[in-house]
């Protein structure tokens, strides 16, 4: 009896990574294998196929496909396919799933709770600590670290959930045993160890300047949200910020300097309505299902606002204000009120008004509190 995945790595050779003609494929189709059995007359009248497609149709068999499944396998690695149990639900559910996912070591279960972290690989000093202990602190508390084995924030981001004792998954761009970049052979080593390495391309694919775009969307696909440590202005992190978006998961950014390129990108993200994080706290409490005990006053105890008062405060004098921040302040009141609703009373967009809530936040002038809520100060 033939291997059901065997017609799933069949139509991954044919479409390539990143297609989301497979979905399509299956919305036209009762199976896939009733697509395979329409042959050539059947994919020409479905009218969605390239001339290049039709003839990697053709041109690949399922027998290749097999022993493709048996190498692989020989290899110690684990082929998932979107039918099979074991395949993550969560990147299941995007516009693309990968046809087949190759796997080295073990992937969290369903109920794991995976937060992606990326950013640049010419991270500064304090990138490389603020990746790190966030993963650090991520993994400590139950979490799983997805991120993209590159120099930079992505290998600290792996090494601090391991330091921690952690599970992390790796998702790569080329086959899990092709040589690219030796210098993390070691840590790609290790996560396979404690969690896993993933990747759709089959053993010894080769690394391409178009292979780590496209992997990017697997990465924000596996998590329910993604934190972006440090990124320029154009970099591709914000390729994974974007598939994110799409996907409708969560976006995170820790703030930098205005004056660093490489917190360029990561402070236009908190403009357009990323929440900025500085510790794991900030992350987990968007998350009350999988962390109940993730309290206000568990978070960094640093930077805790006092406890909102008992009676309505007096008007605070508010000249030195710029108007923005002067019409989102005369907004709040004592009960928390979501930004969105907070921007529609003062008249703001959402983009003013976030530079507003932290010109007020620097005033000491609100209290913010989980999911974007503020009340005054």
């Avoid at 050779?13 to 989301?20: D, E, K, P, Q």
């Avoid at 330091?163 to 210098?183: F, H, P, S």
Wanted: net charge negative; glycine share 10%; proline share 7%.
């Amino acid at each position: 009896m033939r291997d059901k995945r065997s017609y799933w790595l069949w139509l991954q050779h044919a479409m390539g990574a990143g297609s989301t003609k497979p979905s399509r494929i299956l919305e036209m189709h009762e199976s896939l294998e009733e697509f395979y059995e329409s042959g050539r007359q059947g994919w020409l009248l479905d009218g969605i196929f390239t001339p290049r497609e039709l003839e990697n149709l053709d041109s690949y068999t399922l027998d290749q496909a097999e022993a493709q499944l048996e190498f692989t396998e020989k290899l110690g690695q684990q082929v998932l396919c979107p039918e099979d149990a074991g395949y993550p639900a969560l990147l299941r559910q995007t516009v693309s799933p990968p046809c087949a996912l190759y796997v080295k070591g073990q992937l969290p279960p369903e109920e794991a709770l995976c937060i992606a972290m990326v950013g640049t690989r010419k991270a500064s000093p304090a990138g490389l600590s603020a990746a790190n202990s966030i993963a650090y602190s991520l993994a400590k508390q139950g979490a799983v670290v997805v991120s993209g084995g590159a120099l930079g924030i992505d290998s600290a981001c792996h090494t601090g959930a391991l330091r921690a004792g952690g599970k992390t998954v790796c998702v790569l761009g080329c086959g899990i045993d092709y040589n690219y970049l030796m210098k993390n052979a070691s840590l790609r080593e290790a996560v396979s160890h404690s969690g896993a390495l993933v990747s759709e391309y089959p053993p010894n694919t080769p690394a391409s300047a178009n292979s780590f775009p496209i992997r990017n969307r697997i990465i924000s696909g596996l998590s329910a949200g993604t934190v972006v440590v440090e990124a320029a202005a154009k970099s591709g992190s914000l390729i994974t910020v974007g598939f994110a978006l799409e996907q409708g998961r969560d976006v995170f950014a820790v703030p930098g300097a205005v004056t660093s390129l490489v917190s360029q990108g990561t402070n236009s993200l908190i403009r357009e309505g990323a929440k900025p994080v500085t510790c794991a706290e900030d992350i987990l409490e968007e998350y009350p299902s999988f962390f109940p005990r993730c309290r206000r006053e568990e978070r960094c105890p640093a930077v805790l606002p006092p406890d909102p008062p008992e009676e309505e405060p007096a008007p605070l004098p508010v000249p030195q204000l710029s108007p923005e921040g002067e019409a989102l302040y005369r907004a709040l009141g004592r009960e928390p009120a979501h930004l969105s609703q907070l921007a529609a009373q003062a008249g703001l967009s959402m983009g003013a008004a976030l530079g507003a809530v932290t010109e007020l936040e620097l005033g000491g002038l609100v209290h913010s509190y989980s999911g974007r809520r503020y009340s005054r100060g």
